[in-house]
T-cell receptor, first 113, second 117 residues
């Protein structure tokens, strides 16, 4: 069965600094990988995905993520954080043979002005 | 136009009552889902329907019964509500399904916050 781990409950970053939100996954086959963001009292919004091809994936709002097969990781990154990036971030994985997406427990990102 | 819409947005009810949450998507997607987000923000899949057919039924009490009258709608009915049912319930849809392959993630509704008192 697939699983996702987000080892950090919270990440604090000063505005303007680079940020990284960590994610590792476990699937039996090749994965589809996703990042979603949830703002307070809102639904989840799609940020980016890895399906195949280039390991560096670029998404919305200047975010990017790097697929690392050997480390089974898909860390979310941004070169320069904004206060408006403060939100709850979910990593998710789907085994290509399965029809459901499994979410990590979420990482709360605080960008400090 | 809202792509995935859920009603109601908030629902406060007493223990033992029966309630329904409705979900509609206008994206033409084949597959719809219900997820539960608990107080710790953990998201867990409950059900998935593809073209009105149940394809995923996770370990959920049988007090929860999904109903899909057509592929654009997936409603969630909950009988005999309990305190532990309090959570935010998210509906989602996606284009792929049993056909698998092509890609992608889900489009989520804005959630229904259920509070059982």
């Amino acid at each position: 069965a697939q699983s996702v781990a987000q080892p950090e409950d919270q990440v604090n970053v000063a505005e303007g600094n680079p940020l990284t939100v960590k994610c590792t996954y476990s699937v039996s086959g090749n994965p589809y990988l996703f990042w979603y963001v949830q703002y307070p009292n809102r639904g989840l919004q799609f940020l980016l995905k890895y399906i195949t091809g280039d390991n560096l994936v670029k998404g919305s709002y200047g975010f990017e993520a790097e697929f690392n097969k050997s480390q089974t990781s898909f860390h979310l990154k941004k070169p320069s954080a904004l206060v408006s990036d403060s939100a709850l971030y979910f990593c998710a994985v789907r085994d290509r043979r399965d029809d459901k997406i499994i979410f990590g427990k979420g990482t709360r990102l605080h960008i400090l002005p | 136009d809202t792509a995935v819409s859920q009603t109601p947005k908030y629902l406060v009810t007493q223990m033992g009552n029966d309630k329904s949450i409705k979900c509609e998507q206008n994206l033409g997607h084949d597959t719809m889902y219900w997820y539960k987000q608990d107080s710790k923000k953990f998201l867990k899949i409950m059900f998935s329907y593809n073209n009105k057919e149940l394809i995923i039924n996770e370990t959920v009490p049988n007090r929860f019964s999904p109903k899909s009258p057509d592929k654009a709608h997936l409603n969630l009915h909950i009988n005999s509500l309990e305190l532990g049912d309090s959570a935010v319930y998210f509906c989602a849809s996606s284009q792929e399904g049993l056909q698998g392959a092509s890609n992608y993630g889900y489009t989520f509704g804005s959630g229904t916050r259920l509070t059982v008192v």
